[in-house]
């Protein structure tokens, strides 16, 4: 485990002591049997067990494994990989279960690049999964509302599909450093919602300036992809924000579904933090 995340409780350097994460406060974490370490705080939580639970990450990771995100996680990493620098240090903020983190982490490998690689997500079912899974990557549960690391400590913060928190991501770069997001295009999973709902829409994709940023470029990318079983078509859907807010009509055409075709969008926003 690395020495890059700091204490929750009073911002020291954490280092690793036998099974455990202590700072030298002698405030103390202990590494599961994975390799992950939790770094929540109570007040860090809303709930016993915040963020994804078993089922959805097992679902995620079960979509992801057969390939149709492939090509936005081969565009992903391979952004990250053009700013990267030899010992730099990477941070993926809400990672889930480590799958374009492990991308980064091969594309880095396979150009002779090193690099520290850090990922935190709020749900320790799913840094649990990705520390099974990727070895070599340090990944913790924690908020991307307060996240453990020292100011100016990143190189590359990299986030897909996570909420946006400006002022954490600020705080955790270094002057000059590169953020790389993922976001939904505007038709992403249009033949599902068309799908689903009664009233399909397209998907709100806001400027993209962002206060203390400089915006670099956008890369869009857009395919389709044919799921022909009924596991798929849920997984996916389960994996969006459209599964809590749908009703029970819509779920009820959800799982009417055998096979579906569906256009995927997404757009990979690159920019550098000024100031200081």
Same mark, same amino acid.
């Given at each position: 485990?690395?020495?890059?995340?700091?204490?929750?409780?009073?911002?020291?350097?954490?280092?690793?002591?036998?099974?455990?994460?202590?700072?030298?406060?002698?405030?103390?974490?202990?590494?599961?049997?994975?390799?992950?370490?939790?770094?929540?705080?109570?007040?860090?939580?809303?709930?016993?067990?915040?963020?994804?639970?078993?089922?959805?990450?097992?679902?995620?990771?079960?979509?992801?494994?057969?390939?149709?995100?492939?090509?936005?996680?081969?565009?992903?990493?391979?952004?990250? =990989?053009?700013?990267?620098?030899?010992?730099?240090?990477?941070?993926?903020?809400?990672?889930?279960?480590?799958?374009?983190?492990?991308?980064?982490?091969?594309?880095?490998?396979?150009?002779?690049?090193?690099?520290?690689? $850090?990922?935190?997500?709020?749900?320790?079912?799913?840094?649990?999964?990705?520390?099974?899974?990727?070895?070599?990557?340090?990944?913790?549960?924690?908020?991307?509302?307060?996240?453990? $690391?020292?100011?100016?400590?990143?190189?590359?913060?990299?986030?897909? $599909?996570?909420?946006?928190?400006?002022?954490?991501?600020?705080?955790?770069?270094?002057?000059?450093?590169?953020?790389?997001?993922?976001?939904?295009?505007?038709?992403?999973?249009?033949?599902?919602?068309?799908?689903?709902?009664?009233?399909?829409?397209?998907?709100?994709?806001?400027?993209?300036?962002?206060?203390?940023?400089?915006?670099?470029?956008?890369?869009?990318?857009?395919?389709?992809?044919?799921?022909?079983?009924?596991?798929?078509?849920?997984?996916?859907?389960?994996?969006?924000?459209?599964?809590?807010?749908?009703?029970?009509?819509?779920?009820?055409?959800?799982?009417?579904?055998?096979?579906?075709?569906?256009?995927?969008?997404?757009?990979?926003?690159?920019? =550098?933090?000024?100031?200081?």
């Amino acid at each position: 485990m690395s020495n890059g995340f700091i204490c929750p409780k009073c911002g020291e350097i954490l280092a690793k002591n036998g099974n455990s994460l202590k700072c030298p406060k002698n405030h103390c974490y202990d590494l599961a049997a994975s390799g992950y370490v939790n770094l929540l705080l109570s007040d860090m939580m809303n709930s016993k067990l915040p963020g994804d639970n078993k089922l959805m990450v097992n679902a995620r990771r079960s979509f992801l494994s057969k390939g149709f995100y492939m090509p936005l996680a081969d565009a992903f990493a391979e952004t990250v =990989r053009k700013y990267a620098e030899n010992g730099c240090t990477i941070l993926d903020a809400g990672c889930g279960e480590g799958y374009y983190t492990g991308k980064i982490s091969e594309q880095l490998a396979a150009s002779g690049k090193t690099a520290e690689i $850090f990922g935190i997500d709020i749900s320790k079912n799913a840094v649990n999964a990705a520390a099974k899974r990727y070895k070599g990557i340090s990944f913790a549960a924690a908020s991307i509302f307060h996240m453990p $690391f020292g100011d100016g400590s990143c190189d590359i913060l990299a986030t897909l $599909f996570a909420p946006y928190c400006g002022e954490e991501f600020l705080r955790v770069l270094k002057k000059g450093g590169i953020m790389v997001m993922a976001i939904p295009g505007e038709r992403h999973l249009w033949g599902l919602k068309k799908a689903v709902y009664d009233k399909p829409y397209l998907n709100e994709v806001k400027d993209y300036a962002l206060d203390g940023f400089e915006f670099i470029g956008t890369e869009k990318l857009s395919y389709t992809i044919s799921l022909d079983n009924a596991e798929d078509i849920r997984s996916l859907f389960s994996m969006t924000p459209y599964y809590y807010k749908t009703s029970e009509e819509g779920h009820k055409r959800l799982e009417a579904l055998v096979s579906l075709d569906t256009e995927v969008s997404f757009e990979i926003l690159t920019y =550098r933090k000024i100031g200081g």
